[in-house]
């Protein structure tokens, strides 16, 4: 039997393989978490969104825990766009670089500098590559809204990438009847940096939370409720004499 001589050596060997058997796994990992997650995930508006053949970088509230995976299925999976996006804890988690994430510690000014520039590349070499940004920073309740933006922090991204568009990301959370929740997201359309990005980020969630969405696309269909998958009708005959 051949030998690879490290975990190194053998992940070095896979990565280059025609299918990458690890990047298949993650996406697989991804699904079946999305599956259990939620019954249904939908696009409000406009589907599929303009997005312009430039670098962009998606916008995004912070209040779910599979926001990164609600990220991925809209940019990746079904809108076939190169994503990334920067992990604080990525060494807890580092198979998710096998779908686009970068290590982003907040304790290490070298290795985010590292993945600035690495992000810059991507643009370069990938221009139609989505970045996805969380400016609330950490996992934050929806109760509490959608947390002040330093735009400070915006005007050091726009000078790093200045040919990308920016693009709000709205992302809801809600119950329809199911025994898991649904997502709904929305978003864009594209622009320039405005100072503008949390007024347009925060009506794009509030109005997510209206039931009556006129245009739904189902992004994703999630394992069906139990109240859809049984029904014990049959046994009403014998159950009538307890009434």
Known sequence: MESFGSPTAFFALIHDSPVDPVRWLVEAMLRFDLRRAFRRVYWVGEWPPPLPDAPVIAYANHHHFYDGHLGWLLFQERLDRSATLWMAEWDRFPFFGAVGA???????????A????RTARRFRKTPKTVLIYYPEGTLRPPDDGI??????R????????PKAQWFPLAIHV??????????????GPAHALDGQEHERLTRHWH??????HSSLHCLWEGRSSLAERWSFSFAAPFFERYL
């Open 154 to 161: 915006f005007q050091r991204l726009g000078t790093l990438y």
């Open 174 to 187: 809600t119950w329809r009847g199911h025994d898991r929740p649904t997502a709904v997201l929305t978003g």
């Open 147 to 152: 947390a002040p933006f330093d735009p400070d």
């Open 207 to 212: 109005d997510l939370q209206r039931a009556d």
């Open 102 to 112: 970068q290590p982003f510690p907040p304790d290490d000014s070298a290795r985010r």
């Open 114 to 117: 590292a993945t600035l520039r």
